[in-house]
């Protein structure tokens, strides 16, 4: 009967560990998944964009920062090497972003033509990144191509 009894106890224990373990597990994956995120939808993995046509820019952002007021920058980035984050690191500079627009107000939308004249540096394999003041928030394209 003890032994019953211990069993019982254990069952009923393990029971309540799984109950609040399960509940914890869903709270949690619930939290992470409600963080607020912007995402950059185009341009798309591999896309051409040819100097002197105009392309869209567009991203969207969880409802919850949908209603605060925000302005945006968007810039053209070299994608970082991976061997910057070796170690050793090489001896590549990291090359400073080119801003397409500053301080515009967060539309999910933005027409870009591209300069005739942009640097040969950001003409290749380039990705965009538009990041949100209010709250502080960033996204990076796929990687396409400036040619």
């Keep these: 009967m003890l032994i019953v ?16 373990g399960v509940a914890y597990f869903k709270m949690e994956k619930n939290f992470k998944t409600s963080t607020s995120s912007l995402t950059v939808l185009s341009p798309s993995s591999g896309e051409v964009w040819l ?4 392309y869209n820019i567009n ?8 209603p605060l007021p925000s302005k945006i920058t968007i ?5 970082r090497p ?3 984050d070796a170690k050793p690191a090489c001896d590549i500079a990291e090359r400073i972003p080119y801003n397409i627009a500053t301080n515009i107000v967060d539309a999910g939308s933005y027409l870009f033509t591209v300069p005739q004249n ?16 209010v709250p502080a928030s960033s996204g990076k394209s796929d990687v396409f191509i400036i040619k």
Aim: hydrophobic content about 50%; proline content about 6%; aromatic content about 6%.
């Design 5 to 20: 009894v211990l069993i019982v106890i254990l069952l009923v224990v393990l029971g309540v560990r799984m109950v609040l």
């Design 82 to 84: 991976a061997c910057l």
């Design 51 to 54: 100097l002197g046509k105009s």
């Design 75 to 79: 810039s053209l980035n070299v994608p």
């Design 118 to 133: 942009l640097p040969e540096y950001y003409r290749g394999s380039i990705e965009i990144t538009i990041n949100r003041d």
């Design 59 to 66: 991203w969207s952002i969880s409802p919850s920062m949908r």
